[in-house]
């Protein structure tokens, strides 16, 4: 394998995965089209299943051929890279081993550049931060690319399950008036996450901002409630914003 950890190789072994009805299926499923959030992605039909196990098979992949994934068209090449870029962080054992990993991760984020990518990801910079203090994600939030703004929110789940619940909160109050409806449905993804920690919180969260939410970060935000109570807040909304 030793000869074998080149980005090239990489691709070949993905190439093995191929389902060409996948391959015409993703286009439209991550939305392609010109206008869309994927405008000009790439998919050559290769399952995420498939690609961790490609991923685990290169999990020793140097950094300068991960560029190499990230840097490509293809979004399964940059999915995959991603993927071994997470195994190889959550291998490293100290802040010292972590940092090249998530400098790394830091200067690449034009390319992780669908929300599968970012999703698949931006918890590296939740346990980062947790474990260094370094205050990356409220960073992340002020960003005007779409996808660091999606890495700031998603990227707190680390820090949810570790019931510090604080931040999500300040993210998610900072996109309450945010146009796009991947940031609504991570927002209320996190929400709801952080919900389920602190019940009393996301409460009071939305008894101060529901009338302010989108209705799919609401949505997202309550699914797990009640039925009662979830109407509730959809009525709250509703009236408010008639």
């Not at 994934?69 to 293809?74: E, G, R, T, V």
């Not at 309450?176 to 927002?187: G, W």
């Amino acid at each position: 394998m030793e000869g074998r950890l080149t980005a090239k190789a990489v691709m070949q072994e993905l190439e093995q995965y191929i389902i060409p009805e996948k391959a015409a299926f993703f286009p439209r499923f991550f939305k392609t089209g010109k206008g869309q959030y994927g405008e000009g992605d790439l998919f050559i039909g290769v399952t995420v299943p498939s690609q961790h196990k490609v991923a685990r098979m290169f999990k020793m992949l140097p950094l300068a051929e991960i560029q190499k994934l990230l840097d490509s068209k293809i979004h399964e090449h940059r999915l995959t890279g991603i993927m071994i870029l997470c195994l190889q962080y959550a291998k490293a054992k100290t802040v010292e081993e972590k940092h090249p990993f998530i400098d790394f991760y830091l200067k690449n984020t034009y390319r992780v550049n669908n929300w599968d990518l970012v999703d698949s990801s931006a918890h590296i910079v939740g346990l980062w931060e947790i474990e260094t203090g370094e205050e990356l994600l409220e960073k992340l939030s002020r960003s005007e690319m779409l996808w660091e703004q999606r890495i700031s929110i998603v990227g707190t789940y680390p820090m949810i399950k570790a019931n510090k619940l604080a931040l999500t909160f300040k993210i998610a109050e900072s996109f309450l008036t945010h146009k796009h409806d991947l940031m609504h449905k991570a927002v209320g993804w996190m929400l709801r996450e952080a919900g389920k920690r602190d019940i009393s919180l996301l409460v009071s969260f939305l008894d101060r901002f529901a009338t302010k939410m989108p209705r799919t970060m609401l949505r997202y935000a309550i699914e797990k409630f009640p039925e009662d109570q979830r109407q509730y807040y959809l009525k709250l909304r509703s009236v408010n914003t008639k």
